[in-house]
């Protein structure tokens, strides 16, 4: 079995940045395309940005030239770095990947979620 794990999230001012991390552990095989979805309340989860395992980057037109999301294949690790924040940005922001085990094979895990709120 496998975890993904956010953390990074928080406070900011609008104009500002965050960076927040997600790392995934456990008997893992491999991890294909790794992605980070936001959910704001009353809001359905929403993409905001994908990237291959050969780090070939998608995003939502929303966050496109003001996010940028990396990966960290040796440290099974996902990055997505927020700059010019804006208020509609705060959601609690969560790691997406589909990861195969060597116990379980291939399925799909999400991480807990990592609050970022950003002020006016």
């Known amino acids: 079995q496998a975890q993904l794990v956010e953390s990074g999230g928080g406070l900011v001012q609008a104009g500002g940045s965050l960076t927040p991390s997600c790392s995934a552990s456990?008997?893992?095989?491999?991890?294909?395309?790794m992605a980070w979805y936001r959910e704001a309340p009353g809001k359905q989860r929403e993409l905001v940005a994908t990237i291959t395992r050969a780090g070939v980057t998608n995003s939502s037109e929303s966050v496109k030239g003001r996010f940028t999301i990396s990966r960290d294949n040796a440290k099974k690790s996902v990055y997505l770095q927020m700059n010019a924040l804006k208020p509609d940005d705060s959601a609690v922001y969560y790691c997406h990947a589909p990861i195969v085990t060597y116990r379980d094979g291939l399925r799909n895990y999400w991480g807990q979620g990592t609050q970022v709120t950003v002020s006016s």
């Open positions: 456990g008997s893992i095989f491999r991890i294909d395309d």
